[in-house]
């Protein structure tokens, strides 16, 4: 669920979070999951609807997170640390959820997939 870490070329070589595509067999690209789970209007592109599910997707995080400090509040502690795990992980899922739609937008189209190498989100990782 989680994803690996990758230098990002395209930034400075920075560490990033990234999702994998392997277009011709063994050739292996990355995708920047953090920054277009970070900047969902990169993904108006491939639809207009997806960032409005990804902003959605992440007040509901939010919304579990806030719910369980308020629940430590009123009813034990025990309920915060549950609320947080759970506001961590769809936040974790959404930022892969980010990625999974610019793989399938990239295996798509060959505009696509230009697209996401423009705006610094696709490189070729070496192995």
Do not use: Y
């Not at 669920?1 to 070589?13: A, I, R, T, W, Y």
């Not at 999702?19 to 277009?36: C, K, N, Y």
């Not at 009813?75 to 759970?86: D, M, P, S, Y």
């Amino acid at each position: 669920m989680f994803l690996k870490c990758e230098p990002n070329p395209h930034d400075g070589g920075r560490l990033t979070r990234a999702v994998f595509l392997e277009s011709p067999p063994g050739t292996r690209f990355a995708i920047d999951a953090e920054t277009l789970h970070r900047c969902p209007q990169l993904l108006d592109a491939f639809g207009a609807h997806h960032k409005l599910w990804l902003r959605g997707l992440d007040i509901f995080a939010c919304l579990a997170g806030f719910a369980g400090m308020a629940a430590a509040l009123f009813v034990g502690w025990w309920i915060a640390i549950w609320c947080l795990g759970i506001c961590s992980l769809m936040l974790a899922f959404n930022r892969k959820l980010a990625g999974s739609i610019a793989r399938s937008a990239a295996r798509r189209s060959a505009d696509h997939f230009r697209r996401l190498h423009e705006i610094g989100c696709l490189w070729l990782v070496q192995t």
